[in-house]
C-alpha cells in the first residue's frame, strides 16, 4: 500500500512538472507575439502609386502635390503643394479606424482656436465637414464654422485599401504652419445629422510644417520629459526587470536556494518600485493633458493590482512540506504571468499613444525577443530533461 502511494504520488509530480513546462511554453510564446500584434501594416506612402489610383476620383490635379509622412506612428500621409495663386491642395491619407478623420489649422500650435477639416465614412456615405475647435469639449467644437475658405466643388473623401483619403483645396495666401492632426475612437459613434458634435479624440498631434518643402517636423508637447520618464519607468520596471526576476526563479535552479529566492526577490522589488514610480508619474500626465487613455491607465492599474498580490503572496508564503503550497504555487507563477503579459503589452500601446514611433518599438521589441528566446530555449532544454528522466 506504502509502495502504490508513493507510485500514485510520483505520477502525480510528473504530470504537474509537465504542465507547468507546457504553461511556460504558452507563457513565452504569447510574451513572444506581443511585437508582432503590435505592429502596425500601412498601405500608403510616399513611393505608393495609391493616389495615381485615385486621380479620376479627386476633383483637382493631384499629380504634382510633395508628400510628407507627417504622422508617422498613426500612418498619416500628407500631399500639399500651391497649385494656383492664393490656391493650395491638399490630400491627406490615413487608415481607416470607423472613426474620424482631422486635419486643423491652428493659429498657436495648440488644438483649441484651430479650424479643421473632418471627414468619416458614414452609413450612407463619405462625409467631410468643417469645425471651430473654439474648446476642449465636445460642445465647443462648432460644425461649419471657422477660418478656412474651402474652394468650392473641390472636396472629396474616398475609402481605398483600408484608408481614408481626404482632399480639398484652400483659399488662402498662406496656410498656417502649425498643423493639428487627430483621430476618433472607433468606439464611438460617427457624428451625425442634426448637430454632427465630434466625440472625444482618441490620439493628436501637432506639426510645424514647412509648405515650401512639403515636410513636417512634430512639435514636442509641453510634458514630453515627463512622457518620456513615464515610459522608460515602465518599459524598465514592469517591462524588463520583472520577466527577468521570473526567468531567475525558473531557470537558476542550480543556485542555492536562498542565493536564487533572494535574487528573484531583490530584481522583482526593484521592478515593482520602478514601475510603481512609473504608473505615478503617468497620473501625474493624465491629469495635466487632455487625452483619452483610459484604456491604458485601467491596464496599468491592473497591473500594480497584480503587483501588489504578488508582494502580499510572498507574505504569506506557505512551507515547502504544506498541503496548500502546490495551490499557492499555481497563483504565484500565473498571477506574475499575467502581470507580465498585460504589462508588455501595455508598453507597446502606450509608445503608441505617446506616438514614439518604430525606434522605441523596435526597442522593446528586441530586448522581449532575447529574452523570450532565452526563456524558450531553457524551457525546452527543461523539458528534455524530464523526457530522460522518465
Known sequence: MYVYNERERERERERTSKMNLLSNLLFWLILGCLPAIDSQTIQDSCTSSNLQTLNAQIYFDSSSLMCSNVW???????????????????VLSAPNTNSYVAMGFSPNSGMVGSSAVVGWMADDGPIMKKYFLGGKTPSQ??????????????????????????????????PTPQLVFAVGSSN????????????????????????????????????????RAHGILNAVGWGALIPI????????????????IYAHAIIQLSGFIIGLAGIITGLILNDRIDANVAKHKAIGLIVITLGCLQIMAILIRPNKDSKVRKYWNWYHHNVGRILIILAAFNVFYGVYLANGGSEWNVTYGVFLGIIVTIALSLELKLLNEEDDNC
Open 141 to 174: 467644437v462648432v460644425v461649419d464654422q471657422g477660418n478656412l475658405q474651402i474652394m468650392p466643388n473641390t472636396s472629396s473623401i474616398i475609402s481605398f485599401s483600408s484608408r481614408l483619403y481626404l482632399a480639398f483645396q484652400l483659399i488662402t495666401n498662406q
Open 188 to 227: 464611438n459613434q460617427a457624428p451625425s445629422p442634426p448637430s454632427f458634435r465630434l466625440t472625444m479624440h482618441t490620439n493628436q498631434m501637432t506639426a510645424a510644417f514647412d509648405y515650401l518643402s512639403g515636410q513636417g517636423n512634430q512639435i514636442s508637447s509641453p510634458y514630453s520629459d515627463l512622457k
Open 245 to 260: 526576476g521570473a526567468m531567475i526563479a525558473r531557470y537558476s535552479k542550480n543556485l542555492h536556494d536562498s542565493h536564487r
Open 72 to 90: 508617422s506612428s498613426q500612418g498619416f500621409i500628407l500631399r500639399s503643394s500651391q497649385t494656383g495663386p492664393n490656391l493650395w491642395s491638399f
